[in-house]
């Protein structure tokens, strides 16, 4: 018995599981399975996470081999107080067109900072935040993958005293007012809003 298995590029799943029975010649129940050890492929891998260095690196899922469809990662770039971050992609080759498979740079952080900008296929640059926080996020859709991307990151020095920190259950912002009034704000402008109220 011979057992051809095909794949394309286009689709990615868990695969199928098979097993099998020998008998001898004759009567086919006197004789017990033989036990079959299984490997699975893995389809568990974990991506994002937090970064803290001065400097680094990161990638997507198996970089540079095909990324998992529906992934779905998020690096937090934090560098020390007075610097900002700032993120070179290397190389970036995923699925055509922006609507897909892309990464997504923000000035803070994903769920509640502006987005910077949207890398997709092919794009090379480099994405500069204005305080110490950035924010990466990659996301597949449910078909066709490739390589992925590769990116580095830095710190440089600011001269504008910000600092940003927000975490799920943790807020930190310093900013100076020199940098205030250069937008043209004073101290008063500044508003944070809770749930009771403003401070």
């Not at 492929?41 to 970064?51: A, H, K, Q, W």
């Not at 943790?170 to 401070?199: E, K």
Request: hydrophobic share 30%; proline share 7%; net charge positive.
């Amino acid at each position: 018995m011979t057992i051809h298995f095909r794949s394309d590029i286009s689709f990615q799943n868990t695969g199928f599981l098979a097993w099998y029975n020998s008998f001898p010649s004759g009567n086919p129940l006197s004789t017990p399975a033989p036990f079959l050890s299984v490997t699975r492929p893995n389809t568990n891998y974990s991506c994002g996470g937090f970064l803290s260095q001065p400097s680094g690196d990161f990638s997507s899922p198996f970089y540079p081999r095909n990324y998992p469809n529906n992934a779905k990662c998020v690096w937090d770039i934090k560098v020390q107080n007075n610097h900002r971050v700032t993120v070179i992609f290397r190389d970036v080759q995923l699925e055509g067109g922006c609507n897909y498979d892309y990464v997504e740079v923000f000035d803070g952080p994903y769920h509640s900072s502006p987005r910077i900008a949207r890398v997709c296929d092919g794009a090379r640059g480099s994405f500069t935040s204005s305080s110490n926080f950035m924010s990466i996020r990659f996301v597949s859709d449910h078909s066709i993958t490739r390589r992925g991307f590769r990116a580095e990151y830095y710190s440089s020095p600011s001269n504008d005293s910000t600092n940003l920190l927000c975490l799920p259950n943790h807020m930190q912002a310093s900013v100076s007012r020199s940098y205030l009034q250069s937008l043209g704000f004073s101290a008063r402008d500044l508003v944070i809003a809770t749930w009771n109220g403003y401070y």
